[in-house]
């Protein structure tokens, strides 16, 4: 009798430390799955009630939410929607979030560790919820000055504060309207992103952080500074400019964009009127090396959070002469982004110095009590001032 009480005593545990560890298990390691399955009702009602915090240009709202007076309380609006989709990104019910609204979502949902006594101000007192707030470095007039610039036409613009990194344009065109993305209607969202995703000018694609391209005369600047890094050759250093120039090992000749000879040009006049011979001709002279030491000193093959993931510039792996001669001037298997010609350029506008992009200017309590500022971080001296 006293074995058959042990032996179910023993069972009783065995069955009540799994229980425990079962519970814990759920409570601890998949809370959070559990809480953001799709179809859970009762997490979406919750997250929706929290009044996300506010993404700022200045002192301007460009992501807000709104009352809606509904079951679900709260709804994402952006002001100025297209124009600062590519940083905003958007915030769905039915796809997730991107940009700006996934990469800082800890802080504008409130439940970053900073926001910690925020939280405990509000649960204490009976407040809202409330999220903190994000303040971009980008500036307004340089945003819209960048979109209505490209005036729906497909292309990018990146600007940066050559001193800090800091981004203060992030154009992308066509672009979208994330508010039709961030409604409480699941029908007008599911149209409105096939709609989108169907497109095949791919207004969804943020252009200026992650689609690659030949920089075309752009590069030239690189270019330009590896001949000048080399010590062969200064800003008044003679290049020639013919009409034509024939690409090494080949029986191809390629051309300036409008045919002109320019004869023996200083390397200073070459770059001012883009000539694509010249800087052919530059690429052979200087060789693979010294044109790829040059590109990833200025942050080719690195990508860059900003804190959205940038895509990395490329230069050609193992390029022949004459692959090499038509990088010169930006073309062939040569490839970067919007963002990584801007970072280039800026360097050279700040003495050489590489400077790390960076959107995030400062995070920001719900009542826009500053709590963390990002400081500019050099990512490279890419050539002497």
């Known amino acids: 009798m006293t074995r058959s009480i042990i032996r179910v005593t023993l069972i009783m545990a065995?069955?009540?430390v799994a229980v425990l560890i079962n519970i814990t298990y759920i409570q601890v390691f998949k809370a959070d799955d559990y809480r953001t399955a799709a179809g859970n009702s009762r997490a979406i009602l919750e997250e929706y009630s929290r009044e996300r915090g506010p993404i700022l240009v200045g002192r301007e709202q460009v992501a807000k939410s709104v009352e809606t007076g509904g079951e679900l309380r709260y709804e994402r609006d952006y002001p100025q929607g297209p124009m600062y989709a590519p940083a905003t990104g958007f915030y769905s019910q039915v796809y997730g979030?991107?940009?700006?609204?996934?990469?800082?979502?800890?802080?504008?949902?409130?439940?970053?560790?900073?926001?910690?006594?925020?939280?405990?101000?509000?649960?204490?007192?009976?407040?809202?919820?409330?999220?903190?707030a994000v303040t971009l470095t980008l500036d307004g007039n340089a945003q819209s000055a960048a979109f209505s610039g490209l005036g729906g036409r497909n292309g990018a613009v990146a600007a940066l504060d050559p001193k800090t990194g800091a981004i203060l344009a992030l154009a992308s065109s066509p672009s979208f309207d994330p508010n039709q993305l961030s409604s409480h209607n699941s029908k007008q969202i599911t149209s409105y992103y096939n709609q989108l995703t169907s497109d095949p000018n791919q207004p969804l694609l943020n252009r200026p952080l992650v689609a690659t391209n030949p920089p075309g005369s752009t590069f030239k600047i690189v270019t330009t500074a590896a001949a000048l890094q080399s010590g062969e050759f200064t800003p008044d250093s003679i290049v020639p400019c013919p009409a034509s120039y024939r690409l090494p090992g080949t029986s191809v000749s390629i051309k300036n964009a409008g045919g002109e000879a320019?004869?023996?040009?200083?390397?200073?006049?070459?770059?001012?009127?883009?000539?694509?011979?010249?800087?052919?001709?530059?690429?052979?002279?200087?060789?693979?090396?010294?044109?790829?030491?040059?590109?990833?000193?200025?942050?080719?093959?690195?990508s860059f959070d900003v804190p959205m993931p940038a895509a990395a510039g490329r230069y050609p792996e193992n390029p022949d002469a004459a692959?090499?001669?038509?990088?010169?001037?930006?073309?062939?298997?040569?490839?970067?982004?919007?963002?990584?010609?801007?970072?280039?350029?800026?360097?050279?506008?700040?003495?050489g110095l590489t400077m790390s992009p960076f959107l995030v200017k400062e995070i920001s309590s719900p009542d826009l009590k500053v709590l963390d500022t990002t400081s500019p971080k050099a990512f490279n001296q890419a050539m002497s001032a």
Request: aromatic content about 6%; proline content about 2%; overall charge negative.
């Open 97 to 132: 979030a991107t940009g700006i609204e996934k990469a800082e979502n800890p802080v504008l949902s409130g439940t970053d560790d900073r926001l910690l006594f925020d939280r405990l101000r509000q649960l204490l007192t009976g407040q809202n919820p409330q999220g903190g």
């Open 14 to 16: 065995v069955l009540l």
């Open 262 to 302: 320019y004869g023996n040009i200083s390397l200073t006049e070459a770059l001012v009127v883009s000539c694509n011979t010249a800087f052919a001709w530059l690429a052979n002279q200087l060789g693979d090396d010294a044109l790829r030491a040059q590109s990833e000193a200025f942050g080719f093959g690195t």
């Open 323 to 351: 692959q090499t001669a038509i990088t010169g001037y930006g073309q062939g298997d040569v490839q970067a982004t919007a963002l990584n010609m801007a970072q280039a350029t800026a360097a050279i506008g700040n003495g």
